[in-house]
């Protein structure tokens, strides 16, 4: 079975700094897609980047982008020029390629709580 | 846009009672998904529907059932709700392709 795992429960930043947030996976398949979703203060779960195993190009949106070690299973979102509004909790998820009975459940990590500071 | 309603933003309840957790997406999504959140834990899958009336079994379906008789709408349904039940549950939608899910705003639990 699949496990996404994020070691960092909590993480700081200064307002316009960088940041990493880390995760790690553990999975079998050689194909599957992999995102960061960020969840706000009583807000929405929104969707962050998306990054597919097969393309070796790091995703990017905007200040947001994507370090993806395939052979490591590793997958850290970087936030540059931080802004107050990227406070929040960032998850990271799994989902194996579509087919048969798969839907496109999605697996979680347990989350980092992101703290931006004036 | 897509939206995901679901219908209380809190919810108390006590030992016992059947509850139920209403979901509306507006975008034709054939997959409904009922997550649970707690601290610590992330987001684990209780159940999933593929089609109307289809579910599957997620991670924790223990304590739950579900029901879909339309498209755009999967409910949750605790039928005897238990103090281990208190917690944030999220609702999503997905179609294929990109196959992105999308969130509800989540409905925070309080079995008394």
């Known amino acids: 079975a699949q496990t996404v795992t994020q070691s960092q429960p909590e993480m700081s930043v200064q307002e316009a700094e960088t940041v990493t947030l880390s995760c790690t996976y553990d999975?079998?398949?050689?194909?599957?897609?992999l995102f960061w979703y960020k969840q706000p203060p009583s807000r929405q779960m929104i969707l962050v980047i998306r990054?597919?195993?097969?393309?070796?190009q790091n995703a990017t949106e905007n200040r947001f982008s994507v370090n993806f070690q395939k052979a490591a299973k590793s997958f850290s979102l970087k936030i540059s020029d931080s802004q107050l509004g990227d406070a929040a909790m960032y998850f990271c998820?799994?989902?194996?390629?579509?087919?048969?009975?798969?839907?496109?459940?999605?697996?979680f990590g347990q989350g980092t709580t992101l703290q931006v500071k004036p | 846009d897509v939206k995901v309603t679901q219908s209380s933003r809190y919810l108390v309840k006590r030992t016992g009672e059947k509850v139920f957790l209403e979901c509306v997406q507006d975008?034709?999504?054939?997959?409904m998904f009922w997550y649970r959140q707690d601290p610590g834990l992330g987001l684990r899958l209780i159940y999933f529907s593929y089609d109307v009336k289809m579910k599957e079994k997620g991670d924790i379906p223990e304590g739950y059932s579900v029901s879909r008789e339309k498209k755009e709408r999967f409910s949750l349904i605790l039928e005897s709700a238990s103090t281990n039940q208190t917690s944030m549950y999220l609702c999503?939608?997905?179609?294929?392709?990109?196959?992105?899910?999308?969130f509800g705003a989540g409905t925070r639990l309080s079995v008394l």
């Open positions: 975008m034709d999504h054939e997959n």
């Open positions: 999503a939608s997905s179609t294929g392709g990109k196959n992105i899910q999308y």
């Open positions: 990054q597919e195993a097969y393309k070796q």
């Open positions: 999975t079998s398949e050689s194909d599957y897609y």
């Open positions: 998820a799994y989902r194996s390629p579509l087919g048969g009975s798969n839907t496109g459940k999605l697996i």
